[in-house]
């Protein structure tokens, strides 16, 4: 059974669209990456799929229930993370709990239970006293997390949940939300960390409104045409510029202190002889790759 399913979703602002004509389905207990530069209508998306903003066309089912007719019971089964962590910075750690399992309408005894279990999995034991605003990003980002899940959200959205945050909370907040899928919850994050979403289960691209490509990790970088190099440089964009009308060269871009390459193999010794190596391609490659194409199909 499929937890999310779209079907043309659209947003419009008066003249701008922020999400044009988005479909697509999220099966039960996995993980669905949404990828994307600011602006291309992730968050936008999101707060339609919870019920924030009402589509100006298309619809959605979510957990087989109407986004529309059933906005509210929906909303029930939901959990929320947003960019900003939803933390109220002048009350504990122990505060914030509190409140959010009030809002969630916990029994007491329920309530107790859940709260401890968060305090657990957040690494906050010995902190609940602590205020929120005085935490590290990665404590703020655990117990945001946690009071987003303390009533058991068959379905979870998180919106770039790791931005701001040291690369080990990073990956201890990834392990987490590993668990929750592993036990049956459907995750949904929006994140502009491509490294990130190579874990995930299923990937949409989103690209000025747009979604350009939905499919696994191995999906997508089977799009990519060609054998994939990487040539490091001290000057990666003069090599890129060295590189335009190289025979065999089909797409290049700078990542970092390297060029990337999509190529065709037969043109393997003019780039060994640059230092070059075939690599696996990223998701990153991808992206680039989608965003080109995608250019060029609008220009047209």
């Known amino acids: 059974m499929d937890a999310v399913i779209t079907e043309d979703l659209t947003r419009r602002f008066g003249r701008f669209t922020a999400v044009d004509r988005v479909s697509f389905r999220i099966p039960e207990g996995s993980v669905f990456g949404f990828l994307g530069p600011n602006g291309s209508g992730k968050t936008t998306t999101i707060r339609m799929l919870t019920g924030i903003l009402e589509p100006s066309e298309g619809s959605a089912r979510v957990l ?26 002048d009350l504990t750690v122990q505060e914030n709990l509190d409140f959010y399992a009030g809002l969630f309408s916990l029994p007491p005894a329920r309530s107790r239970e859940r709260i401890a279990e968060i305090v657990e999995m957040a690494g906050l034991l010995g902190r609940t006293n602590d205020l929120a605003g005085n935490l590290s990003g990665g404590l703020r980002q655990r117990l945001a997390l946690g009071c987003a899940i303390l009533h058991r959200p068959r379905l979870l959205f998180l919106d770039e949940p790791t931005s701001g945050v040291d ?5 201890r907040f990834w392990d987490i939300i590993y668990g929750l899928a592993a036990e049956g919850t459907t995750v949904m994050v929006t994140t502009h960390f491509m490294d990130e979403a ?49 025979q065999g060269v089909m797409e290049s871009s700078v990542h970092g202190r390297s060029v990337h390459l999509l190529a065709e193999t037969e043109s393997a010794v003019v780039f060994e002889s640059l230092g070059g190596r075939r690599i696996v391609p990223t998701l990153e490659d991808v992206f680039v790759h989608l965003v080109m194409n995608e250019r060029e199909a609008r220009a047209e």
């Open 198 to 246: 190579e874990h995930c289960d299923t990937i949409g691209f989103m690209f000025e409104s747009r979604l350009i490509a939905c499919g696994t990790p191995e999906e997508l970088k089977a799009l990519l045409p060609g054998t994939a190099w990487e040539i490091p440089s001290e000057d990666p964009i003069g090599l890129l510029e060295r590189l335009k009308g190289t």
């Open 167 to 171: 690369p080990r909370s990073r990956r």
């Open 64 to 89: 087989g229930m109407d986004l529309v007719s059933e906005r509210e019971k929906v909303r029930e089964s939901l959990g929320y993370m947003s960019q900003k962590f939803s933390l109220y910075d």
